[in-house]
């Protein structure tokens, strides 16, 4: 089968067409980095006036790309949430109309299930069920991944998720816009035993995750006049990966029989959190799992492969599903979404 894919959630607008045989055919991005950068964040109005912009040029883009037109794919998925509201409207809108004018089935698609799956997409060999670590601008969380639709949340944050963190830190830092990357990159000339940050929740029995403290402790850091930036971002980044391998180590304490260990989302694209959750696979006699860093990040390739698998368990949606800010992907959300179609 052949699958469109459309993505909207935050700031990048991006279509794909992949395969069920996992063959990105095409796939296209555009990002909204100068239009928030003024803002040092994503202003939702803007984003959702960009998505309008370009989402249709990028659709007729991926199908000239790879030489298909409508008539061609087997279905349309589009991002139905979670995420800004008026962003998702937009590629979710798209989606229905082009799924109503070609005659296909629409797949609604969680943003939470694409990032998800996508490691499926980048290594074949991955099988249920597997622990994810999921890491992104929006959520950090611990997910028993046991099938498709079929997510159990082991842990999450009870304050901030860790993209947030490092967001928050680079504005604090005065890095730019996005932070993740400028935080990694200063930290690459930092010493990340220069200041002493707290590792909240480590140690603690459940696996949940609490990154406040630090952008606080981050914070008085820097008012201490005492620290570079580049010292704060390593030390930063190290904490984080003490909190993230600690946490991940408690969850797989409790994961029962599992394929493997895998990390996806926004914060995933970092090679420092790869290369410590990388040690602690190996040293739990799992094989370790990450999507190349461009799949981490939003994009609409892992929307698609999401709608290749949900179309494969003949998973689809009627064209009135709603867009939706707010979206778990738990046990619990699944069943209600499923008695509402
Ligand atoms: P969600 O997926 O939770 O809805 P989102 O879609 O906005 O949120 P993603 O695009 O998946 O998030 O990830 C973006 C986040 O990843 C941002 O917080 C960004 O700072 C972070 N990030 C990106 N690259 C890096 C990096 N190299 N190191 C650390 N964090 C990074
Ligand atoms: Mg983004
Ligand atoms: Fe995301």
Redesign the pocket.
Known sequence: AIILGLES????TAAALVTSEREILAHALAGQEEAHRPFGG?VPEIAARAHVEVMTPLVAQVFEEAELSLSDIDAVAATAG??LIGGVMVGLMTGKGLALAGGKPLVAVN??E??ALSPRLADPALEFPYLLL??????CQLLLVKGVGSYERLATTIDD???????KT?KLLGLGF????????AAQTGDPASVPLPRPMVGRADPHFSFAGLKSAVLRARDSGHYTPEDIAASF?AA?IDCLVDRTARGLASAGDITALVV??????????RGALRALAERNGLPFIAPP?WL???NAAMIAWAGVERFAADLSDPLDIPARARWPLDADAAKARGAGV
């Not at 998720?161 to 967001?167: L, N």
């Open positions: 959630s935050c700031d990048e994503v979670p995420g943003h939470l694409g990032h999921l890491v992104s601008g929006g959520h998720a860790a993209g947030e963190a490092f967001d680079a996005p932070g993740g990357p400028a935080v990694e990159k980044q984080t996806a989302g926004g914060v995933a694209s970092n090679s420092a959190i860093p981490c990040t939003d």
